[in-house]
């Protein structure tokens, strides 16, 4: 299971957001990541997207180094966000996200 969250322009002074991603393996939390976003985003859609795609890279990742030891991983990662527009989003194979991530 993997928890992503962002904080819209969680910083007042540069209104960068913030990311929360936590990913649990078997109940158990194997490792947390909380960063300011590079980017300045417009829109709360935006920087749950941003935090949304850097999870995403994380689970690959680690599904990678998992593999490499010898671990397989069946089946798909649960990914929970608080935002439903990303969630409709990210989940609808039809729908064209024309958002640039340069996070």
């Known amino acids: ?25 078997n109940m158990a939390p ?9 980017t300045v985003e417009s829109s709360t859609y935006s920087s749950e997207l941003v935090a949304l795609r850097i999870a995403a890279e994380m689970v690959i990742a680690l599904r990678y180094k998992l593999r490499m030891f010898g671990v ?12 439903e527009s990303v969630y409709k989003s990210v989940s609808n194979a039809d729908s064209r996200l024309k958002k640039k991530h340069n996070s």
């Not at 904080?7 to 649990?24: A, F, P």
């Not at 194997?30 to 590079?38: A, V």
């Not at 397989?72 to 935002?83: K, Q």
């Open 1 to 25: 299971n993997v928890f992503v969250d962002a904080s819209h322009t969680g910083d007042k002074v540069t209104r960068k957001s913030q990311t929360g991603i936590i990913l649990y393996c």
């Open 30 to 38: 194997i490792t947390w990541y909380s960063k300011k976003q590079n």
């Open 72 to 83: 397989e991983m069946d089946g798909p990662a649960n990914v929970f966000c608080d935002n």
